[in-house]
């Protein structure tokens, strides 16, 4: 059973554009909720995070959109550009548990 | 910036050979990972590490598969006897105050 979701698995943007990945999940003792950002042969790399008492928070381009009551967050990248391309995976967990991470999202930002 | 080092960057083993993998974590750390990625697929845990024990373990973590903190900085992922589907990318993580530092990753291969 997956414990999240995320879609969509690719997504190719022009320049500028506004990419916006999701991911829902069932668990709601779940209380962190991080994107992680991964280039080909290198490990992911933690780029924001978000906790259930907030809906949105930003970080220069990057911006997580939270909804508890739907059980789903987002993520939005402004002004894309060539260097965003990139897998993107979500992740959840609580306390001390382990991350588990979605399945990806491959984009593509075209100049 | 901290970051957990992995050694080595790439290793071939023949199946059936048992490996080791290394990884020296963030110093001020308490709490190590290992995960694995297979190729072009989701990043999934394999154990979680604190105090000096397994603190959690999937179902990909069995008999074959061992961890140990030998001497306080380097932490250890061994696999007694490879398998051709143990060939993936190896990601070792540690978690502070601010959330997971991935390394770069060992990548597997098992011919």
């Known amino acids: 059973q997956q414990q999240v979701k995320q879609s969509p698995q690719s997504l190719i943007v022009q320049k500028g554009g506004i990419p916006i990945i999701n991911c829902a999940y069932e668990?709601?003792?779940?209380?962190?909720f991080p994107w992680y950002q991964q280039f080909p042969g290198k490990g992911p790399a933690l780029l924001i995070a978000?906790?259930?008492?907030?809906s949105e928070k930003k970080e220069g381009r990057f911006t997580i959109s939270f909804n508890k009551s739907a059980k789903q967050f987002s993520l939005h990248i402004m002004d894309s550009q060539p260097g965003d391309s990139a897998t993107y995976f979500c992740?959840?967990?609580?306390?001390?548990?382990?991350?588990?991470f979605g399945k990806g999202t491959r984009l593509s930002v075209i100049a | 910036e901290p970051e957990v080092t992995q050694t080595p960057s790439h290793q071939v083993t023949q199946m059936g050979q048992e490996v080791i993998l290394r990884c020296v974590p963030i110093?001020?750390?308490?709490?190590f990972y290992w995960y694995r990625q297979i190729l072009g697929q989701k990043v999934e845990f394999l154990v979680s590490?604190?105090?000096?024990?397994?603190?959690?373990k999937s179902e990909i973590f069995d008999d074959q598969f061992s961890v140990e903190r030998p001497d306080g900085s380097n932490f250890t992922l061994k696999i007694r006897s490879t398998k051709l589907e143990d060939s993936a990318m190896y990601f070792c993580?540690?978690?502070?105050?601010?959330?997971?530092?991935f390394g770069s990753g060992t990548r597997l291969t098992v011919v």
């Open positions: 590490f604190y105090n000096n024990e397994i603190s959690e």
């Open positions: 993580a540690s978690r502070g105050t601010v959330g997971y530092t």
């Open positions: 668990n709601t003792a779940f209380d962190y």
């Open positions: 992740a959840v967990n609580s306390g001390n548990t382990p991350l588990v």
């Open positions: 978000i906790r259930p008492d907030v």
């Open positions: 110093s001020n750390h308490l709490y």
